[in-house]
């Protein structure tokens, strides 16, 4: 198994930025896909950006396309989201997830995280 722990949510202005983090314990962090969820209230779950196990192939979803960027450090056993020109639409819950490839379906991951709320005023 795998233990990820979301950090680095908060209350940021529109236009502000954020950078989440999951770290991971547990089975070898490198042998997982990485992905990013959020969940807003009273809305299903959203994939928002995923990454391979060795970096080198990255998705997203168009929705964030450009402002969201998805990275992994395999020596630290964390994975990031940096969140750029944030939108009060961008209010939600942010999940990370590990699976075995990295895909926009939350069905695709074995291993999720408690997740980290985001708010973005106007």
């Known amino acids: 198994q795998v233990q990820l722990v979301e950090s680095g949510g908060g209350l940021v202005q529109a236009g502000g930025s954020l950078r989440l983090s999951c770290a991971a314990s547990?089975?070898?962090?490198?042998?997982?896909?990485m992905g990013w969820f959020r969940q807003a209230p009273g809305k299903e779950r959203e994939f928002v950006r995923a990454?391979?196990?060795?970096?080198?192939?990255?998705c997203y979803a168009d929705s964030v396309k450009g402002r969201f960027t998805i990275s992994r450090d395999n020596a630290k056993n964390t994975v990031y989201l940096q969140i750029n020109s944030l939108k009060p639409e961008d209010t939600a819950v942010y999940y990370c997830?590990?699976?075995?490839?990295?895909?926009?379906?939350?069905?695709?991951?074995?291993?999720w995280g408690q997740g980290t709320q985001v708010t973005v005023s106007s």
């Open positions: 547990g089975r070898t962090f490198s042998s997982y896909a």
């Open positions: 997830a590990a699976g075995s490839t990295p895909r926009g379906r939350p069905n695709e991951y074995s291993y």
């Open positions: 990454i391979s196990r060795s970096g080198a192939t990255t």
